[in-house]
């Protein structure tokens, strides 16, 4: 399976479906969201270039496209930055989840 089927199938679709049932909860969080992508390209985009420059992991051409910039796929920075979206996006739905309960028990 090519890198960017995996990432349609196992980050994409849940996001899609998650943002499209909590877009009103989600959408109050933007800043949250653009501050964490970009920390978590801050610090997984030169961790990821040592790694390959220094061979402890590599991408198999054919499971790529052929796009690159600076010595990584694009599909690695699609990676952490709906990885990234994936894990807040969820953070957030269980927060307000956990509060909607404890509002309800009397917490």
């Known amino acids: 399976m090519s890198y960017v089927l995996w990432l349609a199938f196992f980050i ?5 479906f998650l943002w499209w049932r ?3 909860l989600l959408s109050r969080y933007k800043k949250t969201f653009l501050m964490s992508v970009l920390s978590a390209l ?4 030169p961790w990821d270039k040592m790694a390959v420059e220094n061979e402890i992991w590599f991408f198999p051409k054919e499971g790529v496209l052929g796009i690159s910039i600076g010595g990584l796929p694009l599909e690695e920075y699609l ?9 807040v996006t969820t953070t957030i739905i269980f927060k307000y989840q956990k509060s909607r309960i404890n509002l309800y028990v009397g917490k």
């Open 12 to 16: 994409w679709m849940p996001i899609i």
């Open 22 to 24: 909590y877009v009103s």
């Open 42 to 45: 801050l610090v997984s985009v």
């Open 79 to 87: 990676f952490i930055s709906t990885v990234t979206l994936l894990v």
